[in-house]
């Protein structure tokens, strides 16, 4: 299935809403969880909000979106929005329709969003006049998870769990990504040739060697892997290496 969205607002005339919380910040925050989900779901998945720059004015900003998705040809297309009122008198989360099938995918979500954030469910709401929604070929359907200009909607905002509820409300899946300490990356250590180079002064009777170096630093070596270097002004450094891709360095003090 391919996918189309576009984040709200954010270019020249065509701003988001202000309150508690940022509308234009929190629509790409939660809503780029939504896609990086979806496409772990195996969904394609092409964006179609304008850029910032050149400023554009609603109408253009609004004939960018829809043009794109319709080229695009996709089967569905997300509006990602956050709603606004006045100041603490609305609260809860709604999913505007236009078509039968936008109105399953809006019951859908706004019942995961609910149940998994705590918004009041305002419920899908059929909204013929806006523009996104009337004039994308595909089922289109604008989420608004909760007001931005309400204290006790902003306090229940996660853009983790939001973002998974509106996912399973599309696909019928629950995928969640809690952050997990990356693992480390274990390079193996070189091995070198168990010569003696040339220009070098060898301790008589042994493999060991004494190596002045260009920069006026000394290495004391038992090996071109194993060695101490003594530096003008700084802490000798001690090099090792077994040969075996396996070794390492030390700043002694």
Do not use: W
Request: hydrophobic share 30%; glycine share 10%; proline share 6%.
């Amino acid at each position: 299935m391919v996918i189309t969205y576009d984040f709200g607002h954010g270019t020249g005339q065509d701003r988001g809403a202000d309150g508690y919380r940022n509308e234009e910040h929190d629509c790409r925050e939660y809503g780029a969880l939504v896609v990086k989900k979806l496409q772990q779901l195996g969904y394609t998945c092409y964006d179609c909000t304008p850029s910032a720059s050149p400023a554009l004015t609603l109408g253009q900003s609004l004939a960018y979106r829809v043009n794109k998705a319709n080229s695009i040809g996709s089967q569905l297309h997300l509006c990602f929005h956050v709603n606004a009122y006045e100041t603490d008198k609305a609260e809860g989360c709604e999913v505007e329709y236009i078509s039968a099938l936008g109105k399953t995918y809006a019951d859908r979500i706004c019942s995961e969003m609910s149940n998994e954030l705590g918004f009041r469910n305002r419920e899908s709401q059929l909204r013929t006049g806006l523009y996104v929604l009337k004039y994308t070929n595909m089922t289109a359907i604008l989420i608004e998870p909760f007001f931005c200009d309400t204290k006790s909607d902003c306090n229940k905002y996660n853009p983790e769990k939001l973002a998974t509820a509106i996912v399973k409300g599309i696909t019928g899946q629950t995928i969640s990504n809690q952050p997990t300490a990356p693992k480390p990356v274990v390079q193996p250590v070189p091995t070198y040739p168990e010569t003696i180079p040339e220009g070098v002064f060898q301790i008589p009777g042994t493999k060991f060697y004494i190596e002045p170096r260009a920069d006026g630093d000394m290495g004391i070596h038992l090996d071109r892997g194993n060695y101490i270097t003594i530096r003008k002004g700084g802490a000798p450094v001690v090099v090792y290496n077994n040969n075996k891709g396996q070794g390492g360095s030390k700043v002694l003090f």
